[in-house]
């Protein structure tokens, strides 16, 4: 059975940090690009950033700067360190795998597997 774990949500002032963990199991993970995704309330499930199985690395604009993803093939799981954290940046985070061409990273069904999600609040 195929499990994605999300953690490290949590309430944070602006300008502040978060590092967000999934840890994958069920699958191989060395085989598999992953992927964060957030959905803010009423808006659609937006691209934030992914990272292939060679490590390399791609963002959407608005956190370019800002976060960054990394990878622990020991460990199955995938980080999202975010720093100067924004209130536009409060939502919902899933990590996804799969096994994605380059030109659909961007693209949520590109993604096989997905997680709960964990809740990021960027407020005072």
């Known amino acids: 059975q195929v499990q994605l774990v999300e953690s490290g949500g949590g309430l944070v002032q602006p300008g502040g940090s978060l590092r967000l963990s999934c840890a994958a199991s069920g699958i191989t993970f060395n085989d598999y690009s992953m992927g964060w995704f957030r959905q803010a309330p009423g808006k659609e499930r937006e691209f934030v950033a992914h990272?292939?199985?060679?490590?390399?690395?791609y963002y959407t604009d608005s956190v370019k700067g800002r976060f960054t993803v990394s990878r622990d093939n020991v460990r199955n799981t995938v980080y999202l360190q975010m720093d100067t954290l924004k209130p536009e940046d409060t939502a919902l985070y899933f990590c996804?795998?799969?096994?994605?061409?380059?030109?659909?990273?961007?693209?949520?069904?590109?993604?096989?597997?997905w997680g709960q999600g964990t809740q990021v609040t960027v407020s005072l």
């Open positions: 996804a795998a799969g096994r994605t061409i380059l030109s659909s990273i961007r693209n949520a069904d590109a993604y096989r597997y």
């Open positions: 990272i292939r199985t060679t490590k390399h690395t």
